[in-house]
Structure formats: structure tokens, C-alpha cells
């Protein structure tokens, strides 16, 4: 079986996996963990064995028309280069472990047929997405994968958080999808084709009309597809859904899939220089604001979430200052390391009984109650802050090294001012990665208050699969030698100026956490003997206090299955305010971006609405109530006439003949006298 016949049956799998799980999911319950994971693993495989045969060779590239269409032909394509073959892997590894995952950790979900179903079919989604060589083929795995995000986040629809989560997240991605596709259009039109290594050929040769436009338009479809700013704001609202589907949207599906396709097109981006400095910008606001965010939030999985939409602002960074493998490079550490670090969240949510990471820091021996989590978070929490040797520190260090080379002046594709946007903004972001991420295994891990609930050892499907991501997460990065072939030849090794200033500030901000705990500590076991029980007025302010500013106490969604103790009230000791003092409050609600958009963009429609509504009731059906009266109303007197009496009928005609008769008279004389 040749190389393409067999990439062909890496999206196939999956998607009759699906069929097969929605149509048996009821009648035959049995087949359904093997219909979930077994289609999925034979995907992964076949994906290791295609990267295999590649090799990072010459790309292979086959076609066939779809349909004609008697102007831009749409082709049934595939395109394996050296990206392809390496995501592909990814995802199908990804998601051969959520599936596992899955089956343990919803093993008591009554839906867990359809949602099974539904991430294979996410996961042959992105599989299409990665392996296609035509836009419009590309576009129908976008969309599909935008429509099962929708089902997955809303999979606890009984919860007005996932009812709203999941319409928030289509109506947001949908927003940059409207210019995405005019963006598709236009593209098509300028190189008259499809076929994105026609496309290329013809940015190649200078052909594209409006490359501003085009690339503006395009970079909008990515903003909403892969959560930057401004279009982010759906990401963290999307944990309302069940944490092995946030595993699989941050790491290898949905937000992946912007980045993929910038990495895929960026010699349309390249063409605007302009295009370039404003995808720096968002790239550079997205990490900042996105990091700052995250050291403010209470709920573990939010935390994790807006670490996504950070690293995804890595990956932007590199696309704009021109360098697609190193930003591809950071989206596969990424992927393994996030991925570990929700599914190993989900084992925390389950053994604490709670989302808040206040409420953990008011446990004691929560890491002796899941060692498998502790060690393999933290393991994902290291690869995350970008500490060497960890997967993480190289991905990062080739981002930065790549805006470094950039911002000296020595790339022929990007400005010198988006390397240094990009490049201070990386270094920045870096010190607030390492600082959330010290200030979560602190919370999580460290907490000091009453004994954590013992449940006894979690699933092997759920700590086997921690594992099993944990040694991409360390060994990563060691293979971008390697794998350079796959890199367009390039080695993607750190330079000294950029490991001395990422891994440097990494060290400040994990240490500046890391005292800002101690003190942290210390005041609130002060305030604890200040509120014990013989002072009844401080302890009731206490609590009070407590319950207001943790508002992830309990789970937000129907996740834990086991029956937990209250968490008993009290402070905590969170480093994150002291880090950002008067910031804290802003940094919390998301600096407030949602507010934002409700006053500029939903009450102007919403009155919009009103007013067309106004209109239609009171102007445009007056008129109509107008046009109906009028023949009502004559009706009427002609109604009035006819009372169904012989001899008025006989004296109206007889007045009618007298009338006439007397006209007749009168216009004769009239006449005479003419």
C-alpha cells in the first residue's frame, strides 16, 4: 500500500469509527469503547507509519477533481510535507489517549456513547485539516470541527455555563469564519485555484492582487479558530465541557488548527510586510495579556486555558517574524505537554472534589493522594515554564531565537520591528509562564488545612496515559535534530542570548512566586489563629471573605463522581495577588473584555433588534392593518343595504328611478336652454 492510499485512511478511520459509534450507540453498548478507541489508535499508527515513509523528504502531493465547477475546480488533494506528517502524529496520538483517557474518567456518563462518536469525528476533522491540499476540502474539516466543539463543550447542557460556553464558542469562531471565507474567496480568485501549491506558485511569481487584504482577512478565520486576541475570550469560558475534550481542543485540535494553516499559507502572509507587524502585535498583546490573566484565576482549568491561548501566542510570534518551523515545533511540544497538563488537572478535580485552586491550597496531602498527577504535572508544569531540558525550553528558545534573528535584521520575510514586538513580549510572557505555573503546583500540591479525601489509586487508563505523554513532554525537544529534515533542514537549536533571558526570567518568576507564597502562607495561617472559634465575628468575616473570592468552590460541571467532604473555609494563600496588587481584580474577569464587547457589539444589536422589530410591528403591519380597513369598512356599508326586505329593496329602486328620472329631466332643460 503506497504512502497516500495510506494517509488517506488516517481521517477515514476515525470518521467510521464515529458513524459506527452513533448509529450502534444505543442498540449494541458493548462495541462502544472499541468503536472509540481502537478506530482512533489505528489512526495514530498508520500516521507514525506515513511520517515513517516520508521521512521529511520531497513533499508528496496527489489530486483528483472533485467537481467541476466551470471556474475554480475544487480537487480532493493531499499535501504531505514535513509539517503534515509530524501533526498528523500528533493528533492522532492526542487523541488515542483522550479516548482511553475517556473511558474511565466518564465510565458513569449515560451520554458517553455520542460524546465518544463525537470525538472521533473531531479528531478525523483536524486529520483532514492537516493532510488536505485543497482550501475548500481544508474549510469542510474547519467547519466540522467548529460544529463538534459546539456538542463537545455543551456535552453538560443541563448546566447553564455549558449551554452558554458552547453557544459563546460557536457565535465567537463563527464571527472570524465570515472573513475566513471571503478571505478563502478572494485568494482563489487572485492565483485561480484552490490547490494551495498552486496558490504558493503563485505568490512565488507576484501574482496576488490584494496580498494586505487577503492576509488581513485570512488572519481574522485564525484569530476566532485559534483564540487570540481579540477574538480569545471564548477559550476560557469553554471549560464549562468535560476536561478530556479541553486536553484535546488545546492540544491538538481547534486552536491548532490557525496556527497550522498561517504555518501552511505563510508565504501569503509574507507578502505584506504589514500583515506581518500586525500579526506581531496581536501575537505580542495575546501573550501578555493572556499570561497576566492566568495568574489570577482561581479555577485550575481557566488557568490552563489562558496558559493555551499564551502558548498559541508563541506560536503566532514565530509566523510573524517569518520562521513557520519554529512555530511548528512549539505546536508539538505544545500539544504534549498540554494535553498532560488537563488530563492530569482531570485527576486533581476528581481526587479534590472541586475546580478551585483556593480550595486546594486548603488541603493538606493532596499529592500524596495521586502521586501519578503530582509527578507527571509537574514534569508538564516544567516543560510549560520552559526549564531546561524539558520539551518546552527548546520549542520556546527556537520562537525567541527566531524574533532575535528577526529584530537583528537578517530575515528577508519579516520587519525588524515585529522581531523586537515579538521578541520583548516572548521574554516578558516567559517570566509570567513560570510564575503562574509555579503559583498552580504550589495551590495545587502544597496546601496546608485538613487531610485530603483518600479515594485509593485513580484508573490505569487515566494515570497510564499521564505517563505515556509525560516522556514526549521531557524528551521533546532533544529530537529537533533529528527531526530537522522534517524542519525544512533547519536545527532549531537555543542561542546563548536568547536561553540567558527566557530561562533567566523563567528563574525570577518562579522564585518571586515562590517567596510571595511563603509570606502568603504565613498571613494566612496568622489570620486562621485570629479567627479561631473564640473570635466568632472574625472568623464569620473571614469566611465570609473566602466565600466571595472563590467562586470555583464546588465543581462547575458534573464531573466528580465520588462523594467529597466540604472544603473547610478559610484563606489561602495565593501568591498571584501580591504579584499583581491593584491588577488582580482586572486580570480575573479577563480584564473586563467581555463587558467590552457587550456594551460595543451585543446591546447595539440587541437595540438594532428592538428598533427593527418596533418597525415591523407598528409601521409595516399598520399598513397592512391600513390596507385591510378600508375594504372592511365599505363592506360594511354594503352589508347595511342588504337587510333581505322585498319592499325596501322596491322603494330603493323605485327612489333610484325617481332620482334618475328627475336628472333626466333636469339635464334636458340644461340642454334646451343651450
Not at 11 to 28: I, M, S, V
Not at 213 to 218: D, N
Request: aromatic residues 8%; neutral net charge; contains cysteine.
Amino acid at each position: 500500500m503506497n504512502t497516500p492510499t495510506l494517509a488517506v485512511l488516517v481521517p477515514l478511520l476515525p470518521f467510521l469509527g464515529a458513524l459506527a459509534g452513533l448509529l450502534l450507540g444505543r442498540t449494541a453498548p458493548g462495541f462502544v469503547r472499541p468503536l472509540a478507541v481502537l478506530p482512533t489508535l489505528g489512526a495514530a499508527v498508520l500516521a507514525v507509519l506515513v511520517a515513517f515513509r516520508h521521512g521529511g523528504g520531497k513533499a508528496i502531493d496527489t489530486a483528483t477533481e472533485l467537481t467541476p465547477t466551470g471556474s475554480v475546480p475544487i480537487e480532493l488533494s493531499l499535501h504531505l510535507d514535513g509539517f503534515a506528517v509530524l501533526v498528523a502524529v500528533l493528533v492522532g496520538v492526542v487523541a488515542t489517549c483522550v479516548q482511553i483517557y475517556s473511558m474511565a474518567y466518564l465510565r458513569e456518563d449515560p451520554r458517553y456513547p455520542s460524546y465518544a462518536a463525537l470525538v472521533s469525528l473531531f479528531t478525523s476533522a483536524m486529520l483532514l485539516v492537516v493532510y488536505s491540499g485543497d482550501l475548500m476540502v481544508l474549510l469542510v474539516g474547519w467547519e466540522i470541527m467548529g460544529i463538534c466543539s459546539y456538542f463537545l463543550v455543551g456535552h453538560y447542557w443541563e448546566t447553564e455555563a455549558a449551554r452558554s460556553a458552547s453557544l459563546k464558542a460557536f457565535l465567537v469562531t463563527k464571527l472570524g469564519d465570515v472573513p475566513f471565507l471571503i478571505g478563502l474567496f478572494a485568494l482563489a480568485a487572485d492565483a485561480g485555484s484552490f490547490r494551495i501549491t498552486k496558490i504558493l506558485g503563485t505568490v512565488a511569481a507576484g501574482g496576488l492582487d490584494h496580498p494586505t487584504l487577503i492576509a488581513l482577512l485570512l488572519l481574522a478565520g485564525v484569530a476566532g479558530k485559534s483564540a487570540q486576541f481579540p477574538l480569545h475570550t471564548w477559550l476560557p469560558d469553554a471549560m464549562a465541557g468535560p476536561t478530556p475534550v479541553s486536553a484535546l481542543i488545546h492540544a491538538a485540535t481547534m486552536v491548532a488548527a490557525g496556527i497550522y494553516f498561517i504555518a501552511r499559507l505563510l508565504p501569503v502572509f509574507a507578502a505584506s510586510r504589514a500583515a506581518l507587524v500586525v500579526m506581531a502585535v496581536m501575537a505580542a498583546v495575546t501573550m501578555v495579556g493572556s499570561a497576566l490573566a492566568a495568574l489570577a484565576q482561581d479555577d485550575i482549568k481557566r488557568v490552563l486555558a489562558y496558559s493555551t491561548i499564551g502558548q498559541l501566542g508563541y506560536m503566532t510570534g514565530a509566523l510573524a517574524v517569518g520562521d513557520r518551523a519554529a512555530a511548528v515545533f512549539h505546536l508539538l511540544s505544545h500539544g504534549a505537554f498540554k494535553a498532560l497538563l488537563f488530563l492530569g488537572a482531570g485527576v486533581i478535580i476528581h481526587a479534590a472534589g472541586t475546580n478551585s485552586l483556593a480550595a486546594m491550597s486548603r488541603m493538606d496531602g493532596l499529592a500524596k493522594r495521586i502521586p501519578d498527577a503530582f509527578w507527571t504535572m509537574t514534569i508538564a508544569l516544567l516543560a510549560l515554564a520552559a526549564i531546561p531540558p524539558f520539551a518546552g525550553f527548546f520549542s520556546k528558545e527556537a520562537v525567541l531565537v527566531a524574533a532575535e534573528h528577526t529584530a537583528g535584521g537578517h530575515s528577508e520575510l519579516a520587519p525588524s520591528a515585529a522581531g523586537w514586538v515579538v521578541l520583548v513580549a516572548g521574554v516578558l510572557t516567559a517570566l509570567l509562564t513560570a510564575a503562574y505555573a509555579t503559583r498552580l503546583w504550589l495551590m495545587a500540591f502544597r496546601g496546608r488545612g485538613a487531610a485530603a479525601p483518600d479515594h485509593g489509586r485513580e484508573p490505569v487508563a487515566m494515570t497510564g496515559v499521564l505517563w505515556l505523554l509525560a516522556i514526549p513532554s521531557v524528551g521533546f525537544g532533544l529530537l529537533a535534530g533529528p527531526l530537522a529534515d522534517f524542519f525544512e533542514g533547519r536545527e532549531l537549536t537555543p542561542s546563548l542570548t536568547t536561553s540567558v533571558l527566557g530561562t533567566g526570567a523563567a528563574a525570577i518568576g518562579a522564585m518571586l512566586t515562590y517567596a510571595l507564597w511563603q509570606r502568603a502562607t504565613v498571613r494566612a495561617a496568622a489570620v486562621a489563629a485570629s479567627t479561631a472559634p473564640g473570635n466568632g465575628l472574625a472568623a464569620a468575616a473571614a469566611v465570609a471573605a473566602t466565600v466571595a473570592e472563590s467562586e470555583a468552590e464546588t465543581p462547575e460541571v458534573a464531573e466528580v463522581t465520588h462523594d467529597h467532604p466540604a472544603v473547610p473555609a478559610g484563606p489561602a494563600a495565593d501568591p498571584g495577588k501580591a504579584l499583581l496588587g491593584p491588577l488582580h481584580r482586572h486580570a480575573a474577569n479577563g480584564f473586563h473584555l467581555d463587558a467590552v464587547y457587550d456594551r460595543l457589539f451585543v446591546r447595539p444589536v440587541r437595540a438594532a433588534a428592538s428598533l427593527v422589530r418596533f418597525l415591523d410591528r407598528e409601521v409595516v403591519d399598520s399598513y397592512v392593518r391600513g390596507a385591510g380597513i378600508g375594504p372592511r369598512l365599505l363592506g360594511g356599508l354594503v352589508r347595511r343595504a342588504q337587510t333581505g326586505n322585498v319592499q325596501s329593496y322596491l322603494s330603493a329602486l323605485l327612489a333610484g328611478a325617481v332620482v334618475l328620472a328627475i336628472a333626466t329631466a333636469v339635464l334636458a332643460n340644461v340642454n334646451a336652454g343651450s
